[in-house]
């Protein structure tokens, strides 16, 4: 277990901690980090907590931009007026996420750096082209969250090193949804067997951008990108969005899992649920607009 644990109150203190303590790691909510120490799973001399650093705790919209710091939690971003209505996936995604004390606790960005495929606000981050600017020794560097995967709990940010700040979610405009959808054995305390999240937008009755994420089906969670081009163009009827979420069943490759369940049963569960999570968007879509212009 660490010999130390070090409270920072800044970025530059916590690189600064970093630096000066080699094999030491930061920590915000710990719940997979804690567990793994605990299994012997990983090995750290000192641990760097951020929690006290104000602006990795912040939700905001400017430039058409929302921003979420890299230490918002779960029940953050769940109960964020803003981020429920401008990005409704991302809340539904944080929503889902293990148990009340987990949400509390865990971070947007330490679900992200856990890189686990099926990482539920991870998946939605995908789904709606998120950023995430990193800090480390070098300065600033600007990633989606998309290339942030170097295989399962293998991450392209180095936490002994660099840390996540906040990420950033361009608005589309009007006409823009999102959904989630997830397969779990209960509704509540279970790892999903399946998890969707989709970013649509549409105007003048047709479809004109779409993301769509699916997750566990391979090493990281899976953009879609075929899917999406089904959809574009497009009036997204019931059978235009049965047939984006046919090819996105076709691009996954789930394996058989004794605790997820067959490959076989996964990928034709990837269609409902890719189907589920586009209806629910493109009926945002529609209300929304409805509502706000009166058409």
């Not at 710091?69 to 889902?96: Q, Y």
């Not at 981050?125 to 399962?152: K, Q, S």
Request: charged residues 20%.
């Amino acid at each position: 277990m660490p010999r130390q644990y070090l409270f920072a109150t800044s970025t530059a203190e916590g690189l600064a901690m970093l630096a000066a303590n080699p094999g030491a790691r930061l920590i915000a909510g710990g719940t997979d980090l804690v567990i793994d120490l605990k299994e012997e799973k990983r090995q750290v001399n000192t641990l760097v907590d951020i929690t006290r650093i104000p602006e990795l705790k912040t939700i905001s919209a400017t430039g058409g931009q929302v921003i979420l710091g890299a230490a918002v939690t779960h029940t953050m971003a769940a109960t964020s007026p803003l981020i429920r209505e401008k990005l409704p996936a991302l809340a539904a995604a944080a929503a889902a996420v293990g148990s009340p004390q987990v949400r509390n606790v865990g971070t947007l960005a330490g679900n992200v750096v856990n890189a686990q495929p099926a990482a539920d606000t991870a998946v939605a981050l995908v789904a709606l082209g998120a950023v995430a600017i990193i800090l480390g020794p070098e300065g600033e560097r600007r990633v989606p969250v998309a290339e942030l995967y170097a295989g399962v709990g293998r991450s392209r940010v180095n936490p002994g090193r660099e840390m996540i700040t906040r990420f950033t979610v361009d608005l589309w405009g009007e006409g823009e949804a999102s959904a989630f959808a997830r397969l779990s054995p209960r509704r509540a305390l279970s790892l999903p067997l399946l998890n969707v999240a989709v970013r649509v937008q549409a105007e003048g009755g047709r479809c004109t951008r779409a993301r769509i994420c699916v997750a566990p089906v391979a090493q990281q969670p899976l953009l879609c990108e075929e899917a999406a081009t089904v959809l574009v163009g497009r009036e997204p009827d019931a059978d235009v969005i049965a047939r984006a979420a046919a090819a996105a069943s076709a691009a996954a490759r789930p394996r058989d899992s004794l605790l997820r369940g067959s490959s076989t049963y996964r990928k034709e569960m990837t269609s409902v649920l890719v189907k589920r999570a586009l209806s629910e968007a493109f009926f945002q879509a529609t209300s929304r607009k409805t509502a706000i212009y009166g058409e």
